[in-house]
């Protein structure tokens, strides 16, 4: 079933939403290209209703360059190389830029040695990670990936708890199918939105708490200090402060890459016919909904908040670019 439109919805199409996202990047001095892609990228992921990472990021982004906190023109370098890793300085460029030429090398890396892992630092924000596993599954490649802060310091609040010790860091998996939708679980690691719920959550969850603090130091460690930090002293772009790392397999070189496709497929096709569960119209599994989503909302248009429509329209006009509708 897809995703309907509400009747009141504000929509607007994807073809003009990234025209627009590209032009206030290039005012902003990014290279065409660049500007282009990561825009791309923003309106991607409005596309499948993942408005948190859309282009409301531009509220952060906009800011970010302008202030030059994040290097508008990077110039990305290889710190170290081997057939199955290589690791990736970003220069204090866009997370998306680094993080994509991560990605580019991983699948070349699964493709000759079946496995492959590149890992970045001196970036800023690598967006919603399911641009990157997106790109791998189009090559039938199983991938994992982290990202986080590259420099940890301890909390100074004096009320700081040991849930307070790492922030909100991503992890994605993406797994090949034979048919739609693709499976592709792109989560946040802060399984608790309100801290000042702690207390309650571990008297009424504790498992969902305990095990959202681990994940939450596997994607920053992995992500974040895995890589290396940047001494401040050395740091030119003080916004680049994020890392990232992305894993690809070929699952050919486990077993049939055919059968484990048409075995995912299946498995998610019978799964979605099951009920719902409570209180939900669909049973939906990672990346089915958002694939639902994309499907509808290219024709139809992508609605959008009237919040999110007034941030669009206040970076329009800070930036002198006109508003896509």
């Keep these: 079933m897809a995703t309907p439109i509400p009747e009141d919805a504000f929509c607007v199409q994807a073809g003009p939403l990234e025209v627009f996202t590209t032009e206030v990047f290039k005012t902003l001095n990014l290279p065409d290209e660049d500007a282009a892609w990561i825009a791309n990228c923003l309106v991607g992921v409005d596309l499948r209703g993942v408005s948190s990472h859309g282009t409301r ?8 360059f302008r202030d030059g906190l994040i290097n508008t023109r990077p110039h990305i370098r290889v710190v170290n190389d081997t057939a199955v890793c290589t690791v990736l300085d970003g220069d204090g460029g866009a997370g998306y830029l680094v993080a994509t030429q991560a990605t580019n090398m991983v699948i070349e890396k699964a493709k000759v040695q079946g496995i492959g892992m590149v890992a970045t630092r001196n970036h800023g924000h690598v967006g919603s990670e399911g641009i990157y596993a997106r790109q791998a599954l189009a090559h039938d490649l199983v ?3 982290v990202a986080g802060g590259t420099g940890w ?12 010790a790492m922030k909100a860091p991503p992890m994605c998996f993406g797994i ?3 048919t739609d939708p693709p499976f592709v679980l792109d989560m946040n690691a802060n399984m608790l939105r309100d801290p000042s719920r702690l207390a309650e959550a571990l008297e009424t969850f504790p498992d969902f708490i305990f095990k959202s603090l681990g994940i939450k130091f596997v994607s920053t460690l992995l992500g974040g200090i895995l890589a290396g ?12 402060s994020r890392g990232f790392l992305i894993v690809a ?31 939900l119209n669909s049973a939906e599994l ?6 639902e ?23 329009a006009e800070t930036q002198n670019v006109p508003v896509p509708w």
């Design 229 to 240: 930090t940047v001494p401040d002293g050395e740091r030119k772009f003080y916004g680049a």
């Design 143 to 145: 991938t994992f990936s």
């Design 286 to 291: 990672p990346g089915s909904l958002e694939w």
């Design 293 to 315: 989503r994309e499907k509808v909302w290219r024709v139809a248009g992508i609605p959008i908040t009237e919040d999110h429509k007034m941030l669009l329209q206040s970076v």
């Design 57 to 64: 990021q531009l509220r952060r982004y906009v800011p970010e």
């Design 153 to 164: 310091s301890k909390p100074k609040e004096a009320d700081a708890t040991v849930w307070d």
């Design 249 to 279: 397999l070929d699952p050919g070189q486990i077993n049939d890459a055919g059968e484990f496709k048409r075995e995912v497929s299946r498995i998610i096709s019978e799964t979605r016919s099951l009920k719902p569960m409570p209180g």
């Design 176 to 178: 090949p199918t034979e």
